[in-house]
């Protein structure tokens, strides 16, 4: 596991963007894993402008989001196919078939993780975008997720849905539901990045990087990832006990 602690979000979003970029550029049918939530959005605004400014290009490049809300239309604001399209699709040239989004409303649910855990399986993930739960959790894989759980439908914890209030108008518009990758289909990817900013993830990254492996924190399973970084600012290192970069 490498671990980058920088000092504000701006400097995280770079140099996650660095090595996306630099994936994208020497192998123009990449295939990258992404994530939703707030952490990932500097590092989409620099692919945006990147994009702009230097023509990189994305019209082979493949991409697999990591979760989705179940019941959630796909045009409600918060879903995370209009979280994608709003914070990413639109400013890259990435074509619409080439983008996979798991599907959480109108499908045979169990038939829908098994279709899109076998779609994943005919690519290989070249580099997974995530962020952290406050809870440990990634993607929506929470905690006491078997570690070899494959694209799952999970039940968001209290604490998840509490996270994610702010998105919402209140609670009861949370939804209780969600389908996600899982920990095995995640741990499957090439590279992954994982990103967090602020104190409320500081628990949960200390853990994640000096704690025990353990079910009761899912980004746990990442130290054993054979190529992982974690990029992240002071705050949320402020619990870390040894000394990185
Ligand atoms: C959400 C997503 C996760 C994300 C996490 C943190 O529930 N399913 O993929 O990493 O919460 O979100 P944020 O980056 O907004 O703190």
């Known amino acids: 596991m490498k671990v980058i602690i920088v000092d504000t979000y701006q400097e995280i979003s770079d140099k996650a963007f660095e090595i996306i970029k630099d994936i994208v550029v020497n192998k123009k049918d990449a295939v990258l894993g992404l994530a939703t939530g707030s952490s990932p959005i500097g590092i989409y605004n620099n692919m945006i402008q990147d994009h702009k400014e230097n023509k990189t290009d994305y019209s082979n490049v493949v991409t697999f989001n990591l979760d989705e809300y179940v019941d959630l239309p796909k045009e409600h604001k918060q879903s995370y196919y209009s979280f994608m399209n709003d914070n990413l699709f639109y400013g890259i040239n990435v074509k619409k078939e080439n983008i996979h989004i798991p599907t959480g409303v109108g499908v045979d649910l169990e038939k829908a993780c098994l279709d899109y855990e076998n779609n994943i399986g005919n690519y290989e993930i070249d580099v997974q975008i995530l962020g952290i739960g406050s809870n440990g959790h990634i993607g929506f ?105």
């Open 141 to 245: 894989n929470e905690p006491n997720t078997p570690f070899d759980s494959t694209t799952h439908i999970v039940t968001l914890a209290e604490k998840t849905r509490l996270d994610n209030q702010r998105f919402f108008n209140d609670l009861s518009e949370v939804p209780t539901k969600a389908i996600t990758m899982g920990i095995a289909t995640i741990v499957k990817s090439k590279k992954i990045i994982l990103v967090a900013n602020g104190s409320k993830k500081k628990e949960a990254i200390s853990r994640t990087i000096e704690g025990e492996i353990g079910l009761d924190c899912p980004a746990t399973i990442l130290q054993n990832h054979p190529d992982c970084t974690i990029i992240i600012d002071k705050e949320a290192a402020s619990l870390l006990k040894n000394k990185y970069e």
